[in-house]
């Protein structure tokens, strides 16, 4: 007798990038790649966002660095950049979602593009606090200087 291998639901869900290289240590001077479980630039889905100090942590799933095996960790929403809705297919990460109970996603693909909205302006304004008042090193690699993010809010702020 065989068994029929349950269809899963797809899930709509946050995904989002490891930024590729980010500002750390005293006054910002040194640049990490990625983060210490995830390579920078790769895809990760957000299971969680922790909404009560300001949005600055969330629980992410995607591949890990060194294994490529698929891990949960939480993480500072800072570290990841362009949040968009995203309808979940994949067995092996619904798998992981049912895992780790965290239920049916975001619901439908309006609250997922809303959360995403939010989780992206939390991430650049928790970019923008790290280390304020100290310069950037000469040819910086971050985040905020590959993609203009600075001179963006900068303009912003202005009109």
């Known amino acids: 007798m065989t068994t029929e291998p349950t ?3 797809p899930v709509w869900l946050v995904a989002a990038n490891v930024v590729a290289w980010r500002r750390c240590g005293e006054g910002g001077q040194e640049l990490r790649n990625g983060t210490k479980a995830f390579r920078g630039g790769a895809k990760v889905y957000v299971l969680r966002a922790y909404w009560g100090p300001g949005g600055d942590r969330l629980t ?4 890990e660095r060194h294994t490529s095996r698929w891990v949960v960790v939480d ?4 570290h990841l950049y362009n949040f968009r809705a ?3 297919h994949s067995p092996r ?3 992981r ?3 780790h109970r965290y239920g049916g996603g975001f619901g439908t693909a309006e609250r997922a593009g809303e959360i995403a909205g939010t989780l992206e302006r939390y991430a650049r304004r928790d970019r923008a606090a790290i ?6 090193p000469e040819h910086c690699l ?8 600075a001179h963006r809010a900068a303009a912003e702020a202005e009109g």
């Open 7 to 9: 269809e899963t639901e």
């Open 93 to 95: 990460v619904l798998e």
């Open 142 to 149: 971050c985040h905020v200087c590959l993609t203009g993010e």
């Open 75 to 78: 993480l500072a929403t800072r």
């Open 97 to 99: 979602i049912a895992a």
């Open 60 to 63: 992410a799933l995607g591949r």
């Open 86 to 88: 995203k309808q979940v």
């Open 131 to 136: 280390s304020p008042h100290s310069p950037h």
